[in-house]
């Protein structure tokens, strides 16, 4: 069992910075994919941004260039630092972690409000 724990978040100003930090936690961990995911009041859930063990980095169009993952493999935790942000990012922020060989485990999500 892999335990998906989510930390930031906030209200903020339009033009403002905020960095979200997800943590998986458990024994025998295993993690690949990790990555963070929002929903906006009335919309599906979408992607923002993931991160292979490898390295290798997904952004959805609409955040490239402001938003930036990272990952520390060796503590199993991801990170997201968001700027420039914008009303429309406004959303409640899930992590999701993926244990091998593909079972997923989400937060319990974490608001982010971008409002003057």
């Known amino acids: 069992q892999v335990q998906v724990v989510e930390s930031g978040g906030g209200l903020v100003q339009p033009g403002g910075s905020l960095n979200l930090s997800c943590a998986a936690r458990?024994?025998?961990?295993?993690?690949?994919?990790m990555g963070w995911y929002r929903q906006a009041p009335g919309k599906q859930r979408e992607l923002v941004a993931t991160?292979?063990?490898?390295?290798?980095?997904t952004y959805a169009d609409s955040v490239k260039g402001r938003f930036t993952i990272s990952r520390d493999n060796a503590k199993n935790t991801v990170t997201l630092q968001m700027n420039s942000l914008k009303p429309e990012d406004t959303a409640v922020y899930y992590c999701?972690?993926?244990?091998?060989?593909?079972?997923?485990?989400w937060g319990q999500g974490t608001q982010v409000t971008v409002s003057s």
């Open positions: 999701k972690t993926r244990q091998w060989p593909a079972t997923d485990y």
């Open positions: 458990g024994s025998a961990l295993i993690i690949n994919d």
């Open positions: 991160i292979t063990r490898g390295g290798s980095i």
